[in-house]
T-cell receptor
Framework: GAVVSQHPSRVICKSGTSVKIECRSLDFQATTMFWYRQFPKQSLMLMAT?????????EQGVEKDKFLINHASLTLSTLTVTSAHPEDSSFYIC????????????FGPGTRLTVL | QQQVKQSPQSLIVQKGGISIINCAYENTAFDYFPWYQQFPGKGPALLIA?????SEKKEGRFTISFNKSAKQFSLHIMDSQPGDSATYFC???????????FGPGTSLSVIP
């Protein structure tokens, strides 16, 4: 149980285009989903927290107009990187929490974004 | 106060040896301490977690030791295997706070 999927696993896009990444909780309802960014050999940096049906809460320094987050249902959250640039190239990871057991988060497999 | 410190940054252990990774925190409101294992190109996976009401938790070859007074906790991997080679992150969170704060990570290499 507690499986989180992400799609796509890899995406390559041209500079200036927008990219959407989906995060799904497959076997539980996720009251809260989190989006992280991870650069090579670094830790996970929390970008934003989203609760179903409400606006996402962004961490300091994260541009909400550039990283659009939608948490439309209890099993789906999307991250859209708008007008992507090469510096947005990174590993994006989502996690989901059911809110039942402390803050145990279940992580997706990640999406490797490369912006040319 | 929200930071979680972790050491060492990298660790090389021979097969069959014990791998030890240490973490420390400042915020005494933290009450949940998970460890995550991450392989290259994959998302982190929860390995083992502990709450401050116990001093030790063991699951198979993995043991967390927790010292509440020192605000430190550590992961011990017994009989380390090459398949354990990965990056390990300690983390901390509070029941009333939905964020998990990650340590900077330890890259473990288990050599034959």
């Amino acid at each position: 149980g507690a499986v989180v999927s992400q799609h796509p696993s890899r995406v390559i896009c041209k500079s200036g285009t927008s990219v959407k990444i989906e995060c799904r909780s497959l076997d539980f309802q996720a009251t809260t989903m989190f989006w992280y960014r991870q650069f090579p050999k670094q830790s996970l940096m929390l970008m934003a927290t989203s609760n179903e049906g409400s606006k996402a809460t962004y961490e300091q320094g994260v541009e909400k107009d550039k990283f659009l987050i939608n948490h439309a249902s209890l099993t789906l959250s999307t991250l859209t990187v708008t007008s992507a640039h090469p510096e947005d190239s990174s590993f994006y990871i989502c996690s989901a929490s059911s809110g039942l057991a402390y803050n145990e988060q279940f992580f997706g497999p990640g999406t490797r974004l490369t912006v040319l | 106060q929200q930071q979680v410190k972790q050491s060492p940054q990298s660790l090389i252990v021979q097969k069959g040896g014990i791998s030890i990774i240490n973490c420390a925190y400042e915020n005494t409101a933290f009450d949940y301490f998970p460890w995550y294992q991450q392989f290259p190109g994959k998302g982190p996976a929860l390995l083992i977690a502990i709450r401050p009401d116990v001093s030790e938790k063991k699951e198979g070859r993995f043991t967390i030791s927790f010292n509440k007074s020192a605000k430190q906790f550590s992961l011990h991997i017994m009989d380390s295997q090459p398949g354990d080679s990965a990056t390990y992150f300690c983390a901390a969170s509070m029941a009333s706070y939905d964020k998990v704060i990650f340590g900077p990570g330890t890259s473990l290499s288990v050599i034959p």
